[in-house]
C-alpha cells in the first residue's frame, strides 16, 4: 500500500515524540513493503512564530490532500501566560478539525498489565478497564460564538449542537459497541442542559437501529465519579465535546500516564492520528517524553487503513517493550531509557533484530549496542 502522511509535529514534546512514530511506521514499510511518505508541515507555536498563523493555508493544503495526519502537540507557554493574545497555537487545531470534518474523536484506555502498579488508583479497581470513548470534535462551546462585551467583564462561549452533528457519531459509537461488549453509555447534562436533552433524545432514536446494544445514560458528575470508583462498568462511552475533553484526561490515570494514550479523529473523507497529551514544556528536549502514545497513534493510523497485521507488530512492540521495562520516567523514576531509545526498540523489533534477545536493562541501554 501507498501512503501519504502529513505530519504536523507542532510544538514542545511534539517533534520529539513524533519521530519515534515516524521510526516505527518506516519500519512497519520496510518489513511489510508499504511506501510510506512523510511530508512535514508547520501548526501551533512554531507555525505563529513563522507566518503569523496558527494553521498557515500551505498546512491545511496539504492535510487536505494525503491519505492522513500524524499530529503531535500544539501550545506554547508565552501564549498560556497571555490571555489577550489575539492569536493563540489551539486556534490551529480547532481550525483543522472543523476544515477536516473531523467530527468523532476516538480514545481507546485500557491498562497494561505490566503497568496496573503505576497508576493512582488501586490494582483491583482498574484490571480489566476496557473502555473507548467516542467525543464529538466539531460542535458544543469550542466552536460556538464567543461574545466578550466592551469592558471585558462578561463572557460566554454558546454550546450549540444539530441533531445532524449528534446522530453521525452516535452510529459510529453503536457500531464500535456491537463489535464490543454491546453497551453505550451516554454521558450528558441532561438535567440541566437543552443541548444534552437533545443529545438523549437524538441518541435514543439512533439506538433503535441497534437493539442488540444495551443503551445507558449518566450526568457528567457522576461519570466523573465512576470512572474512578468502576470503570470496568464501562464498554463505550459517547458524549459531546467539553466532556469528553475532561473525561477522557481523567481517564488517562487508570492507565498510569497519559502518555500512554492514543486517539484517532476521523471524518467523512479525513483522518487525524495523535497523543491525548500535551506539549509539556518542562519535557522539551531532554529525551524524556514517553513516545508511547504517538506510537499507538500510528497503531491506528495503520488500522484506519486495514493494515490491521501492522497495527497489531506496533502493538506487540509496545508490549515488549514495557515488559522489557524499556520505559520512560513518568512510569519508572529509575528509567535509564529515553524518548529514542522507546523508539528505537520498538522498530527494531519490527525489524526483528538480535539484539532484544540479549537486551539487559541492569547493563546494556538500547541504542548504545549495534542498533543502527
Known amino acids: 500500500m501507498n501512503l501519504k502522511i502529513a505530519v504536523l509535529s507542532g510544538d514542545g514534546i511534539g517533534p520529539e515524540v513524533i519521530l519515534q512514530a515516524k521510526k516505527v511506521l518506516h519500519a512497519i514499510g520496510t518489513v511489510y513493503e508499504h511506501e510510506i511518505v512523510f511530508e512535514d508541515a ?3 507555536a512554531i507555525a505563529i512564530d513563522k507566518t503569523g498563523s496558527a494553521l498557515p493555508e500551505q498546512t491545511l493544503n496539504l492535510c487536505l490532500n494525503t491519505d492522513a495526519v500524524l499530529f503531535g502537540a500544539i501550545g506554547d507557554p508565552k501564549y498560556d501566560n497571555n490571555p489577550d493574545a489575539k492569536v493563540r497555537p489551539e486556534q490551529g487545531l480547532l481550525r483543522l478539525r472543523k476544515e477536516l470534518g473531523l467530527f468523532a474523536n476516538i480514545r481507546p484506555i485500557k491498562p497494561y498489565t505490566a503497568l496496573l502498579d503505576s497508576s493512582p488508583l488501586k490494582k483491583e479497581i482498574i484490571e480489566g478497564t476496557d473502555i473507548v470513548i467516542f467525543r464529538e470534535l466539531t460542535g458544543g462551546s469550542y466552536f460556538g460564538e464567543k461574545k466578550l462585551n466592551d469592558s471585558g467583564t462578561i463572557a460566554s462561549d454558546l454550546c450549540e449542537y444539530s441533531e445532524v452533528e449528534i446522530a453521525r457519531i452516535a452510529h459510529l459509537a453503536f457500531k464500535s459497541a456491537q463489535n464490543r461488549r454491546k453497551k453505550l453509555t451516554l454521558i450528558d447534562k441532561s438535567n440541566v442542559l437543552e443541548t444534552s436533552r437533545l443529545w438523549r433524545r437524538v441518541v435514543k432514536t439512533v439506538s433503535e437501529n441497534y437493539p442488540d446494544v444495551a443503551l445507558d445514560f449518566l450526568y457528567v458528575d457522576n461519570a466523573a465519579m465512576q ?112 524518548t529514542n531509545e522507546i523508539g528505537e526498540f520498538i522498530s527494531n523489533f519490527i525489524f526483528n533484530k538480535d539484539d532484544l534477545l540479549y537486551f539487559n536493562n541492569d547493563n546494556v541501554q538500547i541504542g548504545q549496542s549495534t542498533i543502527v
Open 42 to 44: 508547520f501548526i501551533g
Open 227 to 338: 470512572i474512578i470508583l468502576n470503570p470496568r462498568q464501562f464498554d463505550v462511552i459517547l458524549t459531546e465535546n467539553l466532556f469528553g475533553d475532561i473525561l477522557s484526561d481523567e481517564a488517562s490515570v487508570i492507565t498510569g500516564s497519559i502518555g500512554l494514550l492514543a486517539s484517532a479523529s476521523l471524518g467523512t473523507t479525513n483522518a487525524l492520528f495523535e497523543p491525548i497529551h500535551g506539549y509539556n514544556p518542562q519535557a522539551k528536549g531532554k529525551n524524556t517524553a514517553n513516545p508511547i502514545a504517538s506510537i499507538l497513534s500510528a497503531a491506528m493510523l495503520l488500522e484506519h487503513f486495514g493494515l490491521h497485521e501492522e497495527a497489531k507488530k506496533i502493538y506487540e512492540g509496545v508490549e515488549i517493550a514495557i515488559g522489557y521495562g524499556v520505559l520512560t520516567t513518568d512510569l519508572n523514576a529509575d528509567s535509564k531509557f529515553g
